[in-house]
């Protein structure tokens, strides 16, 4: 397996998980709600071990928005606690489907930023291996300890400097609802950072939750959504056409910590 795309099809990933040789699998299905490792032990792509998206990709929420960046020494630990090894292949997945959470791409971008190589998306994820008919498990494998060592810094990293210069282009990775200010289920405050494009994450999959190019161009180009998540998925699809694309990890929940920064809304962007 070689680290020059991002996406994996579900039949190689079947082919490499029979193989002698099976890449290191991570689950981290996510929601707001939580309820990743309760979908885990209800059934899971054989050998996967659960990585909590919360807990073990990324750091403490707090100034730094909801999802900021793990601290490295503590990400080379739960790295090394999930099996991860220096030079194997890791393949990560969620749950897929139309509307996505962007977990399984954000921690794709986690483990390229820790410089882990070769890592890869299951194209569709979960819902992908179920309807190829594919074998899963409620056995949880206890993943021999593995030795990789984290040097961040491999991926294009934008804080709020980047986000507001008018030369970059900036997409903005949630609803239009939210985009807009009309509604904010998780955040204090409402709207968009101003200059942002809305690009929902939807936009980069198929009905059936496979990837899909987004047809934007550019060399000054970054995401960010509610807390960094969701713009993973914006930064994946971009990735994926060839782009080098940044994500601003605090995204909106880190925005708004500072009550001078603009806040704008449908009518006044």
Partial sequence: MTANRAILDVAVLAELVRSAQPPTLLDVRWTLAKDGRAAYTA???????????????????????????????EL????????????????????????????????????RWAGVDDVRVLDGGYAAWVAAGLPVTTEAPVPAAGDVVVTPGHMPVWTEVEAADPRNTLIDARVAARFRGEVEPVDPVAG????????????????????????????????????????????????????????????????????TRTVATEESS
């Avoid at 659960?50 to 928005?65: E, S, T």
């Avoid at 090894?85 to 954000?106: E, I, K, L, Q």
């Avoid at 939807?202 to 970054?222: K, M, Y």
Wanted: proline share 10%.
């Fill in 43 to 73: 059934g899971h792509l054989p050998g996967a071990v659960f990585a909590d998206l919360d807990v073990d990709l990324c750091g403490q929420p707090g100034a730094g928005g909801r999802h900021p960046l793990p601290d490295p020494a």
């Fill in 76 to 111: 080379e630990t739960a790295l090394r606690r999930l099996g991860v090894r220096a030079g194997h292949p890791v393949v990560v997945y969620d749950a897929g489907g139309s509307n996505p959470t962007g977990a399984a791409a954000r921690a794709w971008w986690t483990l």
């Fill in 192 to 259: 968009h950072i101003p200059g942002a494009v809305n690009v929902p994450a939807a936009r980069t999959v198929t009905p059936e939750g496979l990837l899909t190019p987004l047809g934007i161009s550019g060399d000054r180009i970054g995401a960010y959504c509610g807390s960094g998540v969701t713009a993973a998925q914006i930064v994946l699809a971009l990735y994926e056409q060839g782009l080098d694309p940044a994500l601003y990890v605090g995204s909106w929940s880190h925005w708004i910590t500072d009550p």
